[in-house]
């Protein structure tokens, strides 16, 4: 099933669409009086839905949106998605995890040599604030401090269930389901400040930070929930910048797989519903040059069995 956040008027609600369908929604607030049935309350935000998921009447909420989708009497519940403003599925979420250098071309393409099968390495991990999350649609904005934006396409896991020293074993009962995040990445911040005096650490610091920027992590379009993607090793990955391909990969080429990502994570932090878990970028990132982003570039993240997410750079006036 996919969970969507929409904008009625000013009012934000939750549209479900049935496995395998496109562009049907539902609209849970009209619906509201047939889902009670499934102990669905419609004034839940994505993160309280989030928190009583799994659970007995999942099935049974499942079928209940399959037949109001499909049945023409009931039009007025439901909903095109080409037709609707689409928010971000979380807009603050609690923690956005992301892997650095978790796909081994990607890790060369940054001028960086590619990891031996007989090494022994570590998951790299950095946060992003939630601040930086946009949804589908939503503006890109690039400010006086962007010199150099590049973009990272990556399958996010919206983890759904709190756990701390999660086995990988299990890793799989803690994931509420998939969307697309796009790493967005400030390459040379701080560069135009003249003769600075440079700290042994300040390049990795202007890295880091150039990951912070506001909008710097559209996510969505929306969320699918796990029971729909039975293997998430094995999808297509692609960028089009102003439609011209620029990335292309597959996450069966992780180094981390997504159970190896939540045991060690959860060993460092615990891991609470809504966080989101950033799983790394294939080959074909922007990392410098001609990569950078300007203004009106329309850059279109696709990954399948979840969708396409769309955004617009837009340069601050």
Same mark, same amino acid.
């Given at each position: ?28 607030? *009209? ?11 419609? @004034? ?14 999942? +099935?049974?909420?499942? !079928?209940?949106? #399959? ?20 928010? *971000?599925?979380? *807009? ?7 892997? *650095? ?8 393409? @940054? ?7 007989? $090494? ?32 990272? #396409?990556?399958?996010?896991?919206? &983890? ?5 020293? &999660?086995?990988? +074993? ?14 967005? @990445? ?6 135009? &400040?003249?003769?600075?005096? !440079? ?6 610091? $202007? ?18 929930? +796990? ?10 990955? !692609? ?28 060993? &460092? ?8 878990? @950033?799983?790394? #970028? ?12 300007? $203004? ?22």
């Amino acid at each position: 099933m996919k969970v969507a956040v929409f904008k009625h008027k000013e009012e934000r609600r939750i549209g479900f669409a049935p496995k395998g369908s496109i562009n049907a929604f539902v609209d849970s607030v *009209a619906a509201s009086d047939l889902l009670k049935q499934c102990n669905y309350d419609a @004034s839940r935000d994505m993160l309280s839905l989030i928190q009583s998921w799994p659970n007995n009447q999942h +099935a049974q909420l499942e !079928k209940a949106i #399959t037949r109001i989708a499909n049945d023409p009497s009931l039009a007025e519940m439901q909903l095109d998605v080409a037709n609707l403003k689409l928010e *971000a599925p979380l *807009a603050r979420p609690g923690k956005i995890i992301c892997l *650095a250098g978790n796909y081994r071309e990607h890790i060369v393409e @940054s001028g960086y040599a590619a990891p031996q099968q007989s $090494d022994i390495i570590t998951q790299q991990l950095f946060l992003k604030p939630a601040s930086a999350i946009i949804g589908d649609g939503d503006g890109i904005v690039i400010g006086s401090n962007n010199v150099t934006v590049g973009w990272e #396409t990556e399958l996010a896991a919206v &983890i759904g269930k709190r756990g701390r020293n &999660i086995e990988a +074993a299990s890793a799989y009962d803690h994931v509420f389901g998939y969307t697309i995040l796009n790493d967005l @990445s400030e390459r040379r911040l701080n560069s135009r &400040i003249e003769n600075r005096t !440079k700290r042994e650490m300040d390049g990795f610091f $202007d890295w880091l930070a150039g990951k912070w920027f506001d909008g710097f992590a559209p996510c969505g379009p929306w969320i699918v929930t +796990a029971d729909e993607i039975s293997d998430p090793h094995n999808l297509e990955i !692609k960028l089009t910048v102003n439609g011209q391909l620029r990335q292309q990969g597959n996450t069966r080429d992780m180094i981390f797989s997504i159970p190896e990502q939540i045991a060690y994570i959860s060993s &460092i932090m615990t891991l609470e519903p809504g966080d989101i878990i @950033s799983t790394g #970028t294939p080959v074909g990132a922007g990392v410098g040059g001609d990569a950078s982003l300007r $203004d009106g570039d329309e850059l279109v993240c696709e990954i399948e069995k979840i969708g396409t997410l769309k955004n617009r750079v837009r340069c601050a006036d």
